[in-house]
């Protein structure tokens, strides 16, 4: 008799964006708005936290990355909600037969403080992706843009698993 095991992969993510000029533009990490600061420079809603995660997922099926599914060229993702994409990722990999273990993300900013909002962050994102996600908040220590406060980047590890005989 031959035993069957599940079958694991994982996969990276990153994302990173600079802060907009514009006045109007909304911060959005996580699916959460924060205030008093400015928001993040993109074709969607730059959520850089989200973004990070739904490559970490693609990666780790072997499905390319957020770029070939949601080009900033393609008017339809102008502006989108990117827990919207997540989500839709999400059941991308769902039709594959993978479920996501989890996903663990490191934010590195100097603003804004994410600590008020982590639960809030983590709730949104874990819904999305159908799993656990996490989120770290670090600080560059003053180096480089990052550390000069000029923009969010995220690294993103996703697990994701699926039992023998279940592939699409």
């Keep these: 008799m031959t035993a069957s095991f599940p079958e694991f992969r994982v996969g990276q993510g ?52 957020i770029g070939m599914h949601f ?33 663990d993300c490191a934010v590195v900013c100097e603003r804004p403080k994410l600590a008020p909002k982590r639960d809030e962050m983590e709730r949104n994102l874990s819904a999305a992706a159908s799993g656990p996600v996490s989120v770290k908040g670090n600080r560059a220590e003053q180096l480089g843009a ?9 690294l993103a590890s ?3 698993s699926r039992s023998a005989g279940d592939e699409s």
Aim: charged share 25%.
């Design 14 to 65: 990153f994302d990173i964006h600079r802060f907009s000029d514009d006045p109007q533009r909304r911060l959005v990490l996580g699916g959460c708005e924060f205030d008093g600061v400015p928001g993040l420079d993109g074709h969607s809603d730059a959520d850089a936290i989200a973004h990070a995660c739904a490559d970490a997922l693609l990666g780790a099926a072997g499905l390319g990355d």
């Design 71 to 103: 080009p900033d060229t393609d008017p339809r993702w102008k502006g989108s909600d990117s827990i919207v994409l997540l989500r839709h990722v999400a059941a991308m990999l769902a039709e594959q037969g993978w479920r996501v273990s989890n996903i």
């Design 146 to 154: 990052l550390g000069r406060g000029e923009g969010v980047a995220c």
């Design 158 to 160: 996703a697990l994701i």
